[in-house]
């Protein structure tokens, strides 16, 4: 199956740094990728949706200017959570489609932890 | 609006035994995916079996199988022969074509050898 890799898994960090999260897709091209937060023991909660080439579309209540999203090419996706705050600790999900076909489903990175000090 | 509800925020089951997780959803839609995804302690979301909405046939993938009843806008999901790597949280998702996907809350599946 397609592979979605995710970089760091792993981050800490200060209060006030801003940290950015990588989401590649390794072995097929992604126009649209999608960034997710986890709290522990709930569901997925949808931040935005990447496409390539244009700007993300963010839901309602997330701040676009904290989280930035970038999405340059057909494989990678950044997330940078800007100023980043001891409330913005998380777990940070990225997932992709496949580009030209859909087969419905989403592809998923192994998710990034960030725990901001 | 489209919601995923799963009401079983944690089951547990006897290794070698069979568990169904429930899952309903509300749509208006006509067209449309459901998923169950498995996430272990590793986090990662891993794809269990996929059913789309045309299909009246019942979607199963080895020891996986749902219960699609589109009427009632129900899709459970039964393990058969529950083993122990099948611990972790499962989430239901719904998927309009084109558009995002709805994820229930989650069920905490926990296998007692």
Known sequence: ?117 | AQTVTQSQPEMSVQEAETVTLSCTYDTSESDYYLFWYKQPPSRQMILVIRQEAYKQQNATENRFSVNFQKAAKSFSLKISDSQLGDAAMYFCAYRRTGNQFYFGTGTSLTVIP
């Open chain 1, 1 to 117: 199956g397609a592979v979605v890799s995710q970089h760091p898994s792993r981050v800490i960090c200060k209060s006030g740094t801003s940290v950015k999260i990588e989401c590649r897709s390794l072995d097929f091209q992604a126009t649209t990728m999608f960034w997710y937060r986890q709290f522990p023991k709930q569901s997925l909660m949808l931040m935005a949706t990447s496409n390539e080439g244009s700007k993300a579309t963010y839901e309602q209540g997330v701040e676009k200017d904290k989280f930035l999203i970038n999405h340059a090419s057909l494989t990678l996706s950044t997330l940078t959570v800007t100023s980043a705050h001891p409330e913005d600790s998380s777990f940070y999900i990225c997932s992709a489609r496949l580009a030209g076909g859909d087969t419905g489903e989403l592809f998923f990175g192994e998710g990034s932890r960030l725990t901001v000090l």
